[in-house]
């Protein structure tokens, strides 16, 4: 039976159609993939407040400038600007790296973004405007996203949980010195103790010397020439130790009602000529810091460290008044 020319032609438009598919699905998802769709809308308006919420627990950082506070809950303090503004750019940055569903009925549980787990974001920005997102569960490809523009749930960059975690203490500052103090910068140091004080000058990495020594309020200053020098080790310790230095609490100087010299001091001087320096206060057995200069921690506020971080900070150098006596 001799086929008919339409019957001839239809398999071959049918695999022509195919071929035609499977090139425009092809086509359209090299589009698609091409194109970057943002976790948050993009604005050039800056962030001027963040709001958190998570476990229960409600957060409000505003921006005054460069620096970032914690306005919710009271009272106002400090906040870790770096990381916070950390977190705002990379939420604006971020990407959506797929869909996983668009149904706007999915369930929450599944993806971590039900209300006990999930990290709920909101951007506010110089312009009024605001964005939103809910961050879910962490997988080994990124980290599920839903809420703000989009219905259902996306996966973007893993990191987002980095930047912003479920921890309130993540985002207050606690940092008596700033973080970038570079030990390896410091040109001068002096330590004043009940009784004792000492400044001492870099001379290389593996000289310091004294250039002013008291052993008690009583005693005279010892000479340049005959005082002690320390061991460079111990002072890079106690370098170390201020670099490191964080506290446990952030209060207000005021509620603590400290309006007095401190009970001891360490100061530090960079090759830059800039100054930094800790105050150390006893009050009711407990210690509490506060730091002065350019990116400390504001002078209003104190934090309170714990008696190691204090040992940390003046014990090694003890070593100067033992010599000296001997």
Known sequence: MRMSLRDSVRPIAAASALILLIIGTIVGLRRDSSVAVPVVSSSPAEAVALELAFDGHRMRLEREHERWWVSEPEPRRPARSDRVAAAVAGLERAEVLRTVTREPAFEPNRYGLDAERRIEVEIEREDGSRVSVMLGSRTETGVYVGGGQFDG?????????????????????????????????????????????????????DSWRAREYVRNAEAERTEPSSAPDPSAGEVRAVLAALDRATGEEVRPRAELEINREPDARVAVRTDRGDRHELALYVVADEFWASGYGERSLEADYLVRVTANEVARLLRPLADLSRSASE
Do not use: C, K, M
């Not at 008596?176 to 030990?183: A, I, N, Q, S, T």
């Open 153 to 205: 749930v996306r996966l973007a960059d893993g990191r987002l949980r980095d930047l912003f975690p479920a921890e309130r203490e993540f985002y207050i500052e606690r940092r008596v010195f700033p973080g970038d103090l570079e030990p390896g910068r410091i040109r001068e140091l002096t330590v004043e103790s009940p009784g004792e004080r000492y400044r001492l000058q870099y001379e290389s990495f």
